[in-house]
Structure formats: C-alpha cells, structure tokens
C-alpha cells in the first residue's frame, strides 16, 4: 500500500514537473525568465520550455502598442496664464529587457515623464501660442521623451494633444478682455466717423463760401454793368431814373407791408439827390 501511495506522489510530482516547465507564450506577450534570481532569458510566443525550480517566469510584458492617457493637469504659460492640458500616447515595448530591469514601472515612468515634458514645454509659451500651436507642442514633446524611453526599452510611436484649454476663471477674463476690445473698436469706428463726416462738412461749407463768394462777386460785376449802362442810357435826363426808383421804392414798401415780421427800412431823405449822385459817378 505504502509503494503504491509512493509510486502515485512521483507520477504526480513528475506531471506538476513537467507542466511548470512547459509554457505556451500567447501572440503579443514576452516572458521574463529568471535563474536563481538572475537574468536568463526572454521567452517569445510559442511553445517554451524552462528549467521547473530553478527557472521562474518572473514578468509577462505585453509586446502591443499601449494606449497611455495622460490626465489632465494645470500648466502656467510664459505669460502667467493659467490653463488645462491633457495628452494620450502610444507606446510600445521594443526591449522587454530594458523595460523591467531598467525602471521600476515602466508606464508610471513614461506617463510622469510626458506629463512633466508637457509642462515643461507649454510653460515655454504663450498663451495664444500654446492654444494654436498642438502640432508643434506634440512635435516637441515626442522628440523630447524619445531618448529616455529609449533606455527604457520604449519606443514612443505618438504623442496626441487631446485638449488644451483655458481655465474657468482665465476664460471669464478672456471674455472680459474679448468684450472690451470689441468696444474699443467700436469706439474707434465711430470717432473715425465722426471724424470724416466732419472733415466732410466742413470741405462742404468751404465749397458752399467759395461759391457764394463767387456768386457775389459776379452780381456786383452785374449790378456795376447795369448801373453803367442805365447811367449812359439815361445821359442828363433824371426823369426816367426818378421813375424806376420811385417804381422799386413802391414795391419794397409794399413787401414790408405784407410781411409777419417789424421791419426798419432806411432810405436816404433825399432819394433824387442820391440816385442822381450815383449816377454821375458810374457814367464818369
């Protein structure tokens, strides 16, 4: 009976042997092998084969491309504004190696890595630079954690800005400062208005004097030829003058008569006297 219990413990000993040093290593995975507690080797996908007890799996690391979510922090751009940014990366373990001996956890590592080049690289800028410039800042930041991941074993095939914002209390006062600009063009487009239609009325009234000046002196160079001509028509015979102005006299009382408004009108006490004066002095 003891042989028999003896003989079933070996045989499954030997089965729990044998299954331990078999391994079938999926599509997309490596295996980290350890002897002893040292390095051994790196098991690729298929069917493996390791030492049982003295050979241990010590890591299993994924060979596909991982998608790494960089959460969203705040960031203080070179002109002390406040803002939000967030990233996600796409990396990939080249050398399974590197990645579990050279860092303690790999993605921690490249995550805080790209969180604190980030930071770095926005608080470089501007705030109008930084919020239209994402290809610029994935650019640099890709170039910039590409090194290190390296030592890492990583390969860093992309970098995407997923949001860049201002904050809460810098958007309040963009909209602020949006609005005040807004009215100060206003403002600007009215004065300049203002400005042209006055430019506008006054070349108008330089025109209507130059015009009305012209209109004047063309009716006095009227009024002196008529008063030439009557005087040379009329020769030394006063009584014809007499009649036209006594005709005009009559007529512009009866005007002032008509009208709403009081009215002085002065004549000289001696019409005759005056117009035949007036006369003598344009016919000479």
Do not use: C
């Amino acid at each position: 009976m003891t042989g028999v219990v003896t003989s079933v413990v070996i045989f499954v000993f030997v089965l729990t042997t044998i299954a331990m040093g078999v391994n079938i290593i999926p599509q997309g995975e490596e295996w980290v092998v350890q002897r002893l507690g040292k390095y051994r080797e790196t098991l690729t996908p298929g069917l493996r084969f390791i030492i049982p007890f003295i050979d241990s799996v010590s890591y299993k690391v994924t060979t596909k491309d991982i998608i790494l979510d960089i959460q969203e922090q705040e960031v203080i751009t070179h002109d002390n504004a406040l803002i939000l940014v967030n990233a996600i990366a796409f990396i990939k373990v080249t050398d399974s190696v590197k990645a579990v001996y050279g860092v303690e956890n790999y993605i921690e590592a490249i995550r805080n890595m790209i969180m604190t080049t980030l930071r770095s690289i926005v608080g470089e800028m501007e705030l109008d630079h930084a919020l239209s410039k994402r290809e610029t800042i994935k650019m640099r930041l890709k170039a910039s954690v590409a090194d290190e991941a390296m030592d890492w074993g990583l390969t860093v095939k992309s970098v995407e800005i997923q949001d860049i914002k201002p904050s809460s209390s810098m958007q309040r006062a963009m909209e602020l400062q949006a609005a005040a600009e807004r009215e100060r063009k206003a403002m600007v487009t009215r004065a300049e208005g203002e400005k042209q239609s006055m430019i506008l009325t006054a070349e108008a009234r330089l025109e209507s004097a130059k015009r009305d000046a012209e209109a004047q002196i063309t009716l006095a160079e009227a009024s002196s030829q008529a008063i030439t001509k009557v005087a040379g028509a009329l020769g030394t015979n006063d009584v014809p003058a007499y009649y036209l102005l006594g005709e005009k006299y009559i007529a512009g009382m009866t005007r002032l008569a008509e009208s709403d408004n009081a009215k002085i009108l002065l004549l000289p006490a001696d019409i005759q006297s005056t117009l035949r004066g007036l006369l003598r002095q344009h016919a000479s």
